[in-house]
């Protein structure tokens, strides 16, 4: 164990001394955007429950009545005999919302990505990914064992040189639809023309775009009114559905595939039958929030209009529930969070690895559970905090 020990004690100093150390905050929740740390009342800006869903009384309901009419478990994998009639009626209603010809649910958004591209993608074929995609979507490419080219980010013209000179036979493409760390969106409409191009997939991890987008808050795919065969779609069910699990939606030939060969499919214990039918209420949910929707897009302009207050640090623009303000150093940003705590207000710091080096930030997520005096009291620390900042260090 010495040997082992030696190294772990290493890394971890060094972990420290980099400004790179996270603790995990216990948390027990009060509301949808209020929690409670260590006895003391703290409005958060850190979750994804972008509609507040989490502790909605009908959900919490449903997962009740959900456990009472089919059990807390499932018992076996969906091929053996855990896939209960209550998971394929979710699945028809998860093609439905997504306006797909089927759709096959998953334990959870990261899974799903390992399932999609180890099961589309394989030796000999080319994947090609935006250079900041979410870390679940890096492992499946790794783990696919097809050639990865990173494109830069969000450039359809980079990705079209990079598919025009790929001699690959079959071809893949993969984008986060918004990006989790820099609230920003991929442009969908020129990928899919380009996967169009070139007889390509397009799979789209739509995790915060899913309940805060399109008509009805059916994701990016919707709001952009995008059909094609080509379109692989993937939604998160942990953050704006306020449950857990993902989704993929797709062609049946896709979803047909995936449940042959996705080896997280096949040699996984279906989800609790509780959980399947708390997400068809959620889904029900997700499409009447229009007033979350309206209050998140109002909050959303009000910091927007507020932040020059607090240069040199930066709000990056955005059209999602995904606001960042870029401090820049780690030690920086992470004193900045400490104060807004002490002030009862709760902004994650967000560092490298995560995001790039010298790119430490603060990701506030905005929910339209949130207030308006949330909204304003955020504001208000934010410039009191940034006002008596230290000229940012690297
Ligand atoms: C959160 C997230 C995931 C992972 O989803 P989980 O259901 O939390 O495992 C995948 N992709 C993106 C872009 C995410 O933000």
């Known amino acids: 164990m010495s040997a082992w020990r030696d190294r772990f004690l290493a890394d971890a100093s ?18 949808a955007t209020a929690v409670e740390i260590d006895g003391k009342l703290i409005t958060a800006f850190a979750s994804n429950d972008y509609l507040g869903l989490s502790q909605h009384p009908r959900l919490i309901e449903a997962i009740a009545e959900g456990a009472r009419r089919f059990g807390a478990g499932s018992g076996a994998s969906h091929l053996v005999s855990g896939h209960h009639a209550v998971h394929d009626a979710l699945e028809h209603e998860l093609a439905r919302f997504a306006g797909m010809p089927a759709a096959l649910a ?3 958004g990261y899974v799903a990505n390992l399932a999609l591209l180890t099961t589309l993608a394989g030796e000999g ?17 790794r783990l696919s064992r097809a050639a990865v ?11 079209e040189a990079q598919l025009k000179s790929s001699r690959a036979a079959h071809k893949l493409v993969v984008t986060d639809a918004v990006f989790s760390m820099d609230g920003d969106v991929a442009p969908l409409r020129e990928l899919l023309w380009l996967a ?3 007889d390509a997939l397009l799979v789209v991890d739509d995790a915060h775009g899913l309940g805060v987008w399109g008509p009805e808050g059916r994701g990016s795919v919707r709001a952009l009114g995008l059909d094609s065969e080509r379109i692989v779609y993937m939604g998160t069910l942990g953050k704006s559905a306020g449950l857990s699990g993902a989704f993929i939606a797709a062609d049946r030939l896709i979803i047909e595939r995936l449940i042959q060969r996705a080896r997280t499919y096949v040699f996984s214990t279906a989800a609790s039958p509780a959980l399947a039918h708390a997400t068809i209420t959620a889904l029900e949910l997700i499409r009447s929030a229009q007033a979350e929707r309206a209050r998140l897009a109002a909050h959303r302009d009000r910091l927007q209009e507020a932040s020059p207050a607090w240069r040199p640090y930066r709000l990056l623009p955005s059209s999602t529930a995904i606001m960042p303000l870029i401090i820049g150093g780690n ?19 967000i560092r490298p690895p995560t995001v790039p080096a010298g790119s430490a930030r603060l990701r506030i997520t905005l929910s339209g559970a949130h207030s308006d005096d949330d909204i304003e009291r955020l504001i208000a620390a ?9 000229v940012p260090q690297a």
Request: hydrophobic letters at 45%.
């Open 106 to 108: 998953c334990m959870n």
């Open 14 to 31: 060094a972990w420290r001394a980099a400004g790179l150390e996270r603790t995990r905050r216990v948390v027990r929740p009060v509301s």
């Open 382 to 390: 934010l410039s009191q905090v940034i006002d008596r900042a230290a």
């Open 149 to 159: 080219k990173l494109y830069p980010h969000a450039d359809a013209d980079a990705l």
């Open 331 to 349: 030690t920086e940003t992470v004193r900045i969070a400490e104060a807004l705590l002490q002030m009862g207000l709760w902004a994650p710091a």
């Open 125 to 141: 074929d080319e994947i090609f990914s935006d250079q900041l995609n979410h870390a679940s979507i890096v492992d499946g490419t």
């Open 196 to 198: 169009e191009r070139h």
